[in-house]
């Protein structure tokens, strides 16, 4: 299975959420519903199994490493995507843009770019991270108090679930979903309520990592894209322990402007690589991780 394959790899880039604020008074139009019954479709069951890794070689007083991105390929992406979440699922990429007026969900064909399938927000809604559990897609909104809920094929909306603070990023690890509100909380969700089942605080030592957004759940880490820079930072989910930090600065796309930064990180779990791109970036990556080249070590 491929959980056994993922056992060995590891790193992962996350990406960034926010913008303008929403309209005074904001949205919740639609009372939130409690989906009466059942979890997500095809929630994955507890996992009784987690890898080896994962609890037994957290040290934790082990300094985070430092690696940097190398790219292995590069694929078409919409430049006018203000990209808040991303997600590969099966080969094909799921994709949360922002900005109010511009906020969709849409499914992406990863090597032309090409929109399959969009479902835009209503325009008052600023679209922020997407995790997909089971069949469905759930969609934070940046400061609309709302999480969204749609079919993965159909892209219809199925219900939402209300919240307290602002969303950035979502990532689901097979169990539960985990939120970034930008601060350096994580906060632990059941996806069959919405509600919180607990947080953890990010450190790096004894420093706390504050803006993280956009997010990838992998085994039992979590990659988040700092937001405004080019860095990612993998976390113990455990513990919140920062057990890397990743410099994505490589990837140096033009941008038009200030908001226009990395954000959005997708596991490929085929080959073990991660997608990286940005808001209204043109291009996807496709790199691996690897420890950054000693100072000094430049030829000549
Ligand atoms: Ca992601």
Known sequence: MLRSLLLSVLLAVPALGCGSDPAPGAPATTPATTPATTPAAGLAPADTTAPAHAAATIDPNAPAERLQVRVVEQFPHDPTAFTQGLLLVDGVLYESTGLEGASSVRRVDLPTGAVLAARPQAADVFGEGLAMVGAELYQLSWRNGL?????????????????????????????????????????????????????????????????LNELECVDRSIYANVWLSNEV????AASGKVTARIDASALAPRLAGPDDVLNGIAYDADNETYLLTGKRWDTVYRVVFEPVTPSGATAD
């Open 147 to 211: 999480a969204f809920v749609y079919d993965r094929t159909t892209l219809e909306p199925l219900r939402q679930y209300r919240y307290t603070g602002e969303g950035w990023g979502l990532c689901f690890d097979g169990e539960v979903l985990w939120h970034s509100d930008g601060s350096t909380t994580l906060r632990r969700r059941d996806p069959a309520t919405f509600e919180v089942l607990g947080t953890v605080t990010v450190l790096d030592g004894t420093s706390p990592v504050a803006n």
């Open 233 to 236: 930072v993998r976390i113990d």
